[in-house]
């Protein structure tokens, strides 16, 4: 049924439609329409599920863990401060090898304070060993949560995922969304059936202190286990396709790149206004493509690689910054392509942060620049964007 | 002739625990998987006994056990409530089995959020009064006057100068309708409360004095007698508050403190002055729950 909805009933659809069977969740901006809409759901009974409404985000994510060990199918949604407070957690779940899904509301961190998208929450958790995919569209979101379930309960991956929404662009935007038929979700999604849990009767200590000449294994494990994540979101994403018909790109959706001089490498909302851009420059004649970045874990380092050869300069675009250092991406991107024969000319271009808007006007600056960057060399590797004070004029 | 007990035989736990020689959360550990059987999952947060089962793939405990982050087993307990009701479990019982650090201090929120959640589970916090799993660190638990590797004695500031937490009145401020304090030197009355509180719906708290021979500096072979002394001189009255009403179970001698402190190498230190102060505070409070008592609150 075709409905439109925001970015978090997408969420909430999302969540419903795969069965989620405890779900523990703690309310922040603009993650909280998630929270209520499931609230709503299992009050009145659409949703067979347990609500829990925990004290805190570390505690949303501890009694996922929990009930996810007991062999429940868990979900939850947050957002920047609480998505960082739980850190700690997050660690556990996959450690623990838990396909646990969440949904964050991406936004900027504090202080200052600022509720609007940028991607500083996201990127920092990225050695947590969560699946991490940027959405582009509602759509994305709502199929995305479905596909990542199976993705993970997978017994050859068993890690959690975290499906990124850009705040307030996606979270409180309205779009036109397609949401499937319970029954056809259901042959798709079976339901959540692991191997080991905790059970009465089989007395087995879950976490249970290691000595240095076994931890490592465990480690080794779990990187196995996002190599095969790899392979497995192609594969999933083949199978939505056949059943519901539509896909969304794989790990990195690549949009005009075949033929271009210059590729722009976004994740986010931001990446649909740049395919808007990469269509107008096209009609004035220049040969500029986008590399969408869905999966940024595991990272798609073999897209890239064969990116490379087929372009001259690849303008990277972060919405965070790592301090002491350069944009996440970017800094991914280099290292991917560092061992191929031939390295078109990276940048960085710094911008969106806090909700700053990165409109039309700027992406298309973005690619001029690179088109001339990306036959002479880059003076600065990274360039922030839109900045008050800076002598380049942005708007 | 031999008197016949209540506790049950069975053992839930196997040998092989890595406890420390005389270590009280051991006892704690077997009288109440004794009382509770064998359905039942616990949950244990960074402590002494998220050691004490062993190395993996070892495990001295013959029931599912989940470890925990150190601040997280209110919401662990919850998640496993949750869980087993989804999937229409209903004779399994929950333990959250945490030390006081994991309790009165970093687990303090998670613990208050189930408590108001009224998650149905039994949150047992073995009390050493100290960090020990991380070598002898005050606590919010540890009481006035004890030495502590942070609190040292023969420094300016000296042994610890902050009473203990009162985390029986705090659970009591959260109206659940079952808490207890338990001693490993009572074990029919510990096995009798922990009967009840797995009887009880609802969350249900029991404080569970747990001593420490290396934190208290006792030897090893007195454990179960320290525990009695605190029962004894009335620093660790056993009582219960259920659905609100306090009922003290074991009334103890009402023996000087200084019989309880003397056996332990932490208060070494007190002087007499020192030493009267806290028979003072041991007093106030044995007044103030045998008021509620008789009050009925």
Redesign the interface.
């Known amino acids: 049924m075709r409905m439109v909805m925001t970015g978090n009933y997408a969420s909430a659809y999302g969540a419903k439609l795969a069965r989620a ?2 779900i ?1 969740a703690y309310p922040i901006t603009p993650q909280t329409s998630i929270v209520e809409k499931l609230a709503e759901f299992v009050s009145s009974g659409e949703l ?3 609500f ?5 985000e ?3 994510m ?11 199918r ?1 979900y939850t949604a947050t957002s920047s401060q609480g998505l960082t407070l739980m850190h ?2 997050l660690m ?1 779940a996959s450690g623990a090898r838990l396909p646990i899904v969440m949904t964050n509301v991406s936004r900027a961190m504090a202080p200052p304070w600022n509720v609007w998208v940028d991607h500083m929450d996201t990127v920092a958790q990225r050695d947590t060993g969560w699946l991490q995919f940027f959405c582009r569209s509602n759509q994305e979101v709502l199929d995305t949560i479905i596909m990542a379930y199976k993705i993970c309960e997978t017994s050859g991956v068993m890690l959690p995922a975290m499906i990124v929404e850009d705040a307030f662009i996606l979270s409180h935007t309205s779009e036109p969304v397609d949401v499937p038929e319970q029954a056809l979700v259901d042959s798709f999604l079976p339901a959540y059936s692991p191997e080991l849990k ?14 240095p000449d ?1 931890y490592m294994e465990f480690r080794y494990k779990a990187m196995l286990g996002m190599k095969e994540a790899r392979e497995r979101i192609l594969r999933v994403e083949q199978e939505f396709k056949h059943i519901f018909g539509r896909a969304h790109g794989g790990l990195l959706d690549l949009y005009k790149c075949a033929d271009a001089d210059v590729v722009m490498v976004a994740a986010g909302s931001v990446a649909a206004t740049a395919m808007d851009v990469v269509d107008a420059m096209r009609e004035k004649g220049m040969r500029v493509g986008l590399a969408r970045i869905r999966a940024f874990r595991p990272f798609p380092h073999e897209e890239f690689r064969s990116l490379a050869g087929k372009t001259e300069g690849i303008a990277v675009l972060d919405r965070s910054f790592t301090f002491g250092a350069a944009g996440a991406m970017f800094t991914e991107v280099k290292s991917s392509i560092y061992s191929c024969q031939k390295r078109p000319v990276v940048k960085n271009y710094i911008a969106g942060l806090g909700g700053r808007d990165i409109t039309p006007k700027i992406l298309e600056k973005i690619f001029e620049d690179m088109l001339v960057v990306s036959k002479r060399g880059a003076e600065d590797e990274v360039e922030w964007v839109d900045v008050a004070g800076l002598p380049r004029r942005w708007r | 002739m031999m008197t016949k007990t209540t506790i049950p035989v069975e053992e839930f736990t196997f040998p092989g625990s890595t406890g420390c020689p005389g270590c009280g959360a051991n006892l704690v550990m077997r009288y109440m998987l004794k009382a509770l059987g ?4 616990v ?1 244990i947060p960074a402590c002494c006994w ?2 004490m ?5 070892s ?1 001295c ?9 150190f ?2 087993t ?7 409530r ?6 229409g ?1 209903e004779d ?1 019982t929950v333990v959250g089995f945490a030390g006081d650090g994991g309790t009165v201090d970093i687990g303090l ?2 613990l ?2 189930a408590a ?2 009224r998650t149905d589970a039994i949150y047992v916090m073995y009390d050493n009064e100290a960090y020990m799993n991380t070598g002898i660190q005050r606590s919010g638990s540890t009481p006035w006057g004890a030495w502590t590797t942070t609190t040292p004695v023969g420094t300016s500031h000296g042994f610890k100068h902050e009473s203990k937490k009162d985390i029986m009145a705090i659970m009591q401020a959260h109206k659940i309708p079952y808490a207890a304090t338990v001693s490993p030197a009572f074990p029919e009355d510990f096995v009798k409360k922990i009967e009840k509180a797995k009887r009880t719906k609802g969350f249900k708290f029991i404080h569970a004095l747990s001593p420490c021979p290396p934190g208290w500096r006792t030897n090893p072979s007195l454990s179960v007698e320290v525990a009695r002394l605190a029962v004894d001189a009335r620093v660790f009255p056993l009582y219960e508050i259920d659905e609100g009403k306090v009922h003290i179970t074991r009334k103890g001698k009402g023996l000087p403190i200084v019989d309880y402190l003397k056996v332990q190498g932490r208060f070494q230190h007190l002087t007499e002055p020192e030493i009267d102060s806290m028979q003072k505070i041991v007093d106030d409070n044995w007044i103030m729950l045998l008021l509620k008592e008789s009050s009925g609150t």
């Not at chain 1, 829990?52 to 805190?56: C, M, T, Y």
């Not at chain 2, 405990?61 to 982050?69: E, G, H, I, N, T």
């Not at chain 2, 949750?82 to 999937?87: E, F, G, I, T, Y």
């Open positions: 069977e405890v523990a067979k599920a347990k829990i409404p925990v004290e805190g570390h505690s949303a501890a009694a996922c863990i929990a009930a996810q060990t007991a062999g429940a868990t700690e957690v556990w905790l059970e009465v009767g089989k007395p087995m200590g879950f976490g249970s202190l290691v000595k076994q | 064998e359905r039942t999952i949950t998220a050691v089962p062993g190395y993996w793939p495990n405990l013959k029931v599912p056990l989940l470890y925990c982050a601040e997280a209110g919401a662990a307990i919850s998640g496993l949750a869980a087993l009701d989804v999937k479990v399994v929120q998670a208050s959020g108001e959640r």
